[in-house]
């Protein structure tokens, strides 16, 4: 069983890498996320370094991103009941995360950008009949005005490594892809500019009932299916916009 709507958040949080996700969504709002990410050797090279400039008494050959610490800080978040985050080894994190409700989850707090309710990035709508049935409807949007307020309710930590990297989604800097590369490129070497571009995110998903409708994405009965550069999500050149509705 798969389930998608934490990979924006998740795999921003692990710049230049490579990840796999399967999950589960439940009618009644609840959700599970199973998650593995690496990262590519010369963005872990790069953050290696920075972690020795922020933090002198860290251990040069422990993890480049301590997963355990960013699941502490993430249990916090609205939405999350459970977190467990470990590192398979030093590059590589890999876990698993429980939500309820989904629509709660990283939920901004009231008088976020004016608004006098909690600002929400994923929208669940079942549908509500009687008899109750399976189908609904479920949208995510992420935008540069959100996203670096939704990513500081995960990590302060992840949060950093994104500002060091100048990642829009983090600074909230209006760049094109290519002018965000090219900075990276000029300022960290080619290599890491090239991991990023290259980097992707597969994420397959099993919804309660059938898909009838997608939006940002491909699917064949109740699984449905998502592939897109990393870039995209660092960048937020256009606003990120998913749906899935299931009968």
């Known amino acids: 069983m798969k389930f998608f709507f934490f990979y924006i958040l998740i795999f921003i949080s692990f710049p230049s890498c490579s990840a796999s996700i399967d999950g589960v969504l439940r009618h009644e709002g609840s959700a599970n996320l199973s998650l593995e990410a690496s990262l590519e050797p010369g963005t872990a ?23 355990p610490a960013i699941g502490r800080s993430m249990i916090a978040a609205p ?26 989850f990283l939920s901004l707090p009231e008088g976020t950008a004016g608004s006098a309710v909690p600002r929400r990035f994923i929208v669940y709508e079942p549908r509500r009949e009687n008899p109750p049935s399976s189908g609904g409807r479920l949208a995510i949007t992420l935008d540069r005005d959100s996203a670096p307020l939704v990513l500081s309710l995960v990590s302060e930590e992840v ?69 897109f550069p990393l870039v995209d999500f660092l960048v937020l050149e256009k606003p990120l916009e998913y749906e899935v509705r299931w009968r």
């Open 45 to 67: 090279s790069l953050i290696r370094a920075l972690s020795g400039v922020w933090d002198s008494g860290r251990d040069p050959e422990g993890a480049v991103i301590d997963g």
């Open 159 to 227: 949060t950093a490594y994104l500002a060091a990297l100048m990642a829009p989604a983090a600074t909230g800097e209006v760049l094109s892809k290519a002018d965000y590369l090219d900075q990276v490129g000029w300022i960290y070497g080619r290599k890491v500019a090239d991991e990023i571009a290259a980097a992707r995110i597969t994420a397959k998903v099993d919804f309660p009932g059938p898909i009838s409708d997608i939006r940002g994405g491909t699917f064949s009965g109740a699984q449905a299916r998502f592939e």
């Open 79 to 104: 939405g999350i009941t459970g977190v467990s985050l470990v590192n398979i080894n030093p590059t590589t994190v890999a876990g698993v995360i429980h939500i309820f409700p989904v629509d709660a």
